[in-house]
Structures are given as C-alpha cells and as structure tokens.
C-alpha cells in the first residue's frame, strides 16, 4: 500500500508539473525540457493515452476536479487552455477519446451547454496508482461496436470502398462475446439483414435520424443481382426485418428510401446504451457561422434577389420546408457584383451557417475520385441539414467548374469521366435537402452549363451590376466623408466599377493612411487609388472593349 502511495504521489506531481510546462510553452512541445518529457511520457503510460494534446486536456481536467470546480464546456476548456476558436476541433477530437477510455464524462443535462467532468473512477485510479479501477480493456459492449463502426463508415464516406465489408466483418468478430451481437445471431438470419440493423443503429444513435437504404445496400451486396433482390425484398415487406417490426421502409421524392428503426428495435438495442450524438465536424465544406461573416450594409435593387431573400426569411422558409425541402438557386454574373456578399447578407439576416465547398478540392485527376468527393460532400451537405437547428445555406462558389456542359461525343476518357461526374451531381440534386446556392462568372446562356441543371435550380438568375444610384450609396458607406458632388464625380470617372472594387478602394485607402503619415486624405486621394487600381479596366475601355454588364 505505502508503494502505491509513493508512486500515486509521484503520477500527481507529474500531472501537476504537465500543467505548469504547458502554462509557460503551450503546445509547443519541443520547447519542454527533457524531464518534463519524461514524465509526461510515464503518465500517459499509465492512462494508456499516445497524443501529449490529449494528456494535457486530461490534465487541465484532474486540475479542475482538485481545485473543487464543477465540469468543463468545450468552450470554457479553450478559454482555460487559451487556445485559438480553431483549435475546438482538436479539444472536440480529444474529448471523445476520453471518453472512450472513460477518463471524463458528460456533467448532465442540467447546463444549457454540455460539460465534462472527471470519472470517479479515474480519480480513485490517480489516488490509489491503480489502473485497473480504469477498466480500460475489461469489457467490449455495443456502445464501443457503434463508435468503431461509425468510424469505419467516416472514413469511407462515399461507401464504394472494398474493404469496409471486411472491416465490418472484422468488427463483428471482435465483438463477438457483446449481448447485443448475440442477441442478432439467435434472431436475425441474414448477415445482410445483420448489418442493416447495425447501421441503422449506428445512424439513430449518433445522428438521431434514419439510414439511406441505397447507400446501405452499397456496403451489404457484392454484386447488382443481390441489390436488387434485397431492395425487392424491402420494397414488397417480404424482408424479416419489415416482417418482424425491427425497421420501418419509407420511401420520400426528395430524399429517396430510407429505414427508420422501430420502438421494437430501439427497445433490444439502444435502451441500455448512451451515445453522445457525433459533433457535425465538416471535411468537404470551410463552415463560417453568422458571427464570422461580414456583411457590411450589402446594397441591392434586384428583384430576383429581394425574392430570395424573401422565401429564406425563417418566417416563409419555415412553412415551405416541408412542402419543398430543396430551394437550389443559381446567380449568375460578373465578378464583384456581389453574389457572395449577398449569400453572406442573408446568412446573417438570417442567423444561418454558411458551408463553402472547395470546388478544386472536389475534381481530381485520378479515376473515380471525382465522384467519391462529389458522394462525400453531398453527404456531409445532408448530417448538416439533420444537425444545425436553423438550416444552413450550402455554396458552390465558382462552380461552372463543376456544373459543366457533357459531351455527347465521349470518345476520350477523359470526357466519360466529366459526363460520370455531371450525371452524378445531377443525381445527388434530385435528392438534396437544404438550401444549396451556387455562383458562377458565366451566364447560363452561354451554354457552358448542362442543360438539365436548369429544372434541378429553383431559380436561375443573372446578377448585373448595379444601378448608379446604389453604387453612389455604397460609395458613401465606405467613404461617409466625401460629399455628393464628388460622389457624382466619381461614378462619372468609373461608371464601371463594381460593388467589390469599391470595397477593395476602401481597403487599400485605410492601408495607406496608416503607413504612410503625410498620406492626404480626401477625395484626391481616393481617386488616385481608384486609378490605379482600375487602371487595366480603364486602359481596356479606352481601346475599345466594352461590357454591356457594366453598360
């Protein structure tokens, strides 16, 4: 016992020597003496943790616990650790590995934001230098089989892969000695039937929604004869599970068929386990929340955008939901009329997320792997109409790079692959739920978009630029300084400048006053910028280019 003390003693001045390390480094490691290493190393033997990011949170959570505090927020976890917001991903990622190993828990439902506290078994194990009060390997359940299997399907989120039938195997056997899995050998024949019910379980639990039955077909059947008699099977009720009330087949226009799990299911398989449901992290989209996006004083008098504005309101949207659940629009237009500050102006009008997809991240070179990313970013577009409480709005920026014209003349496979790929979409389109808008520098008219996008957008709509009396009003938002002689002045000198070049003036002009001391402001000094930087458009107009969207 007096061992045990000893070294229960030592394992908390490690702790407590982590913590005043990471108060004067950080996370920077490297800059850690090489005692300081050694004993974080000893520690995190004994937790059976490998990342020293996941150590240091375990250790600000034994600090809280002995200092006598309550639990911890993610949020206030960061605060604590005087982390950058982007690094809640990787608080976020380290919590649930805690959690697996059972180190910290959730506080309850008491908070309006869920917090997490330290075990009580893994502050006795601290105490007493007893690891096995962890019981980190003691026990396989159902709730370890879901986790895994979700991460198994998150790293193969298009389900074409091979090899995920296998993992699943692989899992089944591993598992093999949990109630649950022995409850679906003596009950359910099938091992199709088997892993339906497991994925189902797996969708209700961490995503509290149904499972996509086509997409689910992709990981039970090796070849089409099967899918199609499995999906026979479910589509006449003949299929055990249908016949047994273990899963409900419902099929929806926009959504296709799904398989909901019955009470008779979540009875025998989800009533003794507690899953926290899965952050929605995105992969295929940059996610900017109301409070990141900017949206200064955005001015239009476009019609087609006052409409849009209108059916995104929460009031109207609200009601049309459920009737039309795909609002898919197309603005079309030359650079810097301001789509994407529009889409931003309503984000925020709105109190809406906005997820941009990377189109250059989506098309790649390789065979195939166009159309994974297209299935990946459809399906992350699709948890995050199931996560966010008001629905976000999904934005194609540049995407005549991806709604392109197909050939009707594929000789080369090159041009097969871009006809696989538009086919896909179009086919992704006809399912999606949500709000997706996409904006692109070239008209619809110029015939450089597939003609069947047309009917999959709710509204396709040129954008030109605005009327003179709107640019004036920009003008002065960003210069409230000038007076409306030289503003009627300016718009005379550049009546082809743009919303975003305006902006971009007003940038360079607040850059200049501050490096520059015996930079004059005023109205000289704006044009003189503005001429500068418009100097490629004035040149082009002087020779005789002209652009009627300016015109």
């Given at each position: 016992?007096?061992?045990?003390?000893?070294?229960?003693?030592?394992?908390?001045?490690?702790?407590?020597?982590?913590?005043?390390?990471?108060?004067?480094?950080?996370?920077?490691f490297?800059?850690?003496?090489?005692?300081?290493?050694?004993?974080?190393?000893?520690?995190?033997?004994?937790?059976?943790?490998?990342?020293?990011?996941d150590?240091?949170?375990?250790c600000?959570?034994?600090?809280?616990?002995?200092?006598?505090?309550?639990?911890?927020?993610i949020?206030?976890?960061?605060?604590q650790?005087?982390?950058?917001?982007?690094?809640?991903l990787?608080?976020?990622?380290?919590?649930?590995?805690?959690k697996?190993?059972?180190?910290?828990?959730?506080?309850?439902?008491?908070?309006?934001?869920?917090?997490?506290?330290?075990?009580?078994?893994?502050?006795?194990s601290i105490?007493?230098?007893?690891?096995k009060?962890?019981?980190l390997?003691t026990?396989?359940?159902?709730?370890?089989?879901?986790?895994?299997?979700d991460?198994?399907?998150?790293n193969?989120l298009?389900?074409l892969?091979?090899?995920v039938?296998e993992?699943?195997?692989d899992?089944?056997k591993?598992y093999?000695?949990?109630?649950?899995?022995k409850?679906m050998?003596?009950?359910?024949?099938?091992?199709h039937?088997?892993?339906?019910?497991?994925?189902a379980?797996?969708?209700?639990?961490?995503?509290?929604?149904?499972l996509?039955f086509?997409?689910a077909?992709?990981?039970i059947?090796?070849?089409?004869?099967?899918?199609l008699a499995?999906?026979?099977?479910?589509?006449t009720g003949?299929?055990?599970?249908?016949?047994?009330?273990?899963?409900?087949?419902?099929?929806?226009?926009y959504?296709?068929?799904?398989?909901?799990?019955?009470?008779?299911?979540?009875?025998?398989?989800c009533?003794?386990?507690?899953?926290?449901k899965?952050?929605?992290?995105?992969?295929?989209?940059?996610?900017?929340i109301?409070?990141?996006?900017?949206?200064?004083?955005?001015?239009?008098?476009?019609?087609?955008l006052?409409?849009?504005?209108k059916?995104?309101?929460?009031?109207i949207?609200t009601?049309?939901?459920?009737?039309?659940?795909?609002?898919?629009i197309?603005l079309?237009?030359?650079?810097?009329?301001?789509?994407?500050?529009?889409?931003?102006?309503?984000?925020?009008k709105?109190?809406r997320?906005?997820?941009?997809?990377?189109i250059?991240?989506?098309?790649?070179?390789?065979v195939?792997?166009?159309e994974?990313?297209?299935?990946?970013?459809?399906?992350?577009?699709s948890?995050?109409?199931?996560?966010?409480?008001?629905?976000?709005?999904?934005?194609?920026?540049?995407?005549?790079?991806?709604?392109?014209n197909?050939s009707?003349k594929a000789n080369?496979?090159?041009d097969?692959?871009?006809?696989?790929?538009?086919?896909?979409?179009?086919?992704?389109?006809?399912?999606?739920?949500?709000?997706?808008i996409?904006c692109?520098?070239?008209?619809?008219?110029?015939?450089?978009?597939?003609?069947?996008l047309?009917?999959r957008?709710?509204m396709?709509?040129?954008?030109?630029?605005?009327?003179?009396?709107?640019l004036?009003?920009?003008?002065?938002?960003h210069?409230?300084?000038?007076?409306a002689?030289?503003?009627?002045?300016?718009?005379?000198?550049?009546?082809?400048?743009?919303?975003?070049?305006?902006?971009?003036?007003?940038?360079k002009?607040?850059?200049?006053?501050?490096?520059d001391?015996?930079?004059?402001?005023?109205?000289?000094a704006?044009?003189?910028?503005?001429r500068?930087?418009?100097?490629?458009?004035?040149?082009?107009?002087a020779?005789g280019?002209?652009?009627?969207?300016?015109?």
């Amino acid at each position: 016992m007096s061992t045990n003390r000893k070294k229960a003693k030592e394992l908390c001045q490690n702790i407590e020597d982590t913590i005043n390390a990471f108060k004067i480094h950080g996370l920077k490691f490297e800059l850690y003496a090489q005692e300081e290493i050694s004993k974080m190393d000893v520690a995190k033997k004994f937790f059976g943790i490998n990342d020293n990011f996941d150590f240091v949170v375990l250790c600000i959570f034994i600090d809280n616990r002995l200092s006598g505090s309550d639990g911890l927020s993610i949020k206030k976890l960061i605060r604590q650790m005087r982390l950058k917001s982007f690094q809640g991903l990787d608080v976020e990622y380290s919590i649930q590995v805690l959690k697996k190993k059972r180190l910290i828990e959730m506080e309850g439902s008491r908070h309006i934001e869920t917090e997490f506290r330290l075990t009580e078994n893994s502050l006795n194990s601290i105490l007493t230098y007893n690891r096995k009060i962890l019981k980190l390997s003691t026990k396989n359940d159902f709730e370890d089989f879901i986790n895994e299997l979700d991460q198994i399907l998150l790293n193969d989120l298009d389900f074409l892969s091979d090899i995920v039938p296998e993992l699943i195997e692989d899992l089944l056997k591993k598992y093999s000695n949990c109630r649950e899995i022995k409850w679906m050998e003596r009950n359910i024949a099938a091992r199709h039937n088997q892993v339906l019910l497991y994925l189902a379980v797996r969708e209700f639990m961490l995503l509290g929604e149904s499972l996509d039955f086509e997409k689910a077909l992709k990981i039970i059947v090796d070849n089409r004869f099967k899918y199609l008699a499995v999906q026979k099977e479910f589509i006449t009720g003949a299929n055990q599970l249908i016949k047994e009330g273990y899963l409900a087949y419902e099929t929806d226009f926009y959504i296709g068929s799904m398989l909901r799990l019955t009470e008779k299911s979540i009875d025998v398989l989800c009533s003794k386990i507690n899953i926290e449901k899965r952050p929605f992290i995105p992969q295929m989209f940059s996610l900017k929340i109301p409070e990141q996006l900017k949206s200064d004083n955005y001015m239009h008098d476009n019609k087609d955008l006052q409409f849009v504005e209108k059916i995104l309101s929460n009031e109207i949207y609200t009601k049309i939901q459920s009737k039309v659940p795909r609002i898919s629009i197309l603005l079309t237009g030359a650079p810097g009329v301001g789509k994407t500050s529009f889409i931003n102006h309503v984000a925020v009008k709105t109190g809406r997320s906005v997820l941009s997809a990377n189109i250059a991240t989506i098309l790649s070179s390789y065979v195939g792997e166009s159309e994974k990313n297209i299935v990946k970013l459809f399906a992350e577009a699709s948890e995050a109409y199931k996560k966010f409480e008001i629905t976000p709005i999904i934005v194609f920026d540049e995407a005549e790079a991806l709604l392109y014209n197909r050939s009707s003349k594929a000789n080369k496979a090159v041009d097969q692959m871009h006809n696989n790929v538009i086919s896909l979409l179009l086919s992704e389109l006809d399912k999606f739920k949500g709000i997706l808008i996409c904006c692109s520098n070239f008209s619809f008219k110029q015939e450089s978009f597939d003609p069947a996008l047309h009917r999959r957008f709710y509204m396709v709509s040129e954008i030109k630029a605005p009327p003179v009396d709107v640019l004036k009003s920009i003008l002065k938002y960003h210069f409230p300084e000038i007076s409306a002689v030289d503003a009627d002045k300016f718009m005379c000198d550049f009546p082809f400048i743009t919303p975003a070049q305006i902006r971009n003036i007003k940038d360079k002009f607040e850059i200049q006053s501050l490096i520059d001391e015996r930079f004059a402001t005023g109205y000289d000094a704006i044009n003189s910028i503005a001429r500068k930087d418009l100097d490629v458009f004035i040149r082009r107009r002087a020779i005789g280019f002209t652009d009627k969207n300016y015109n």
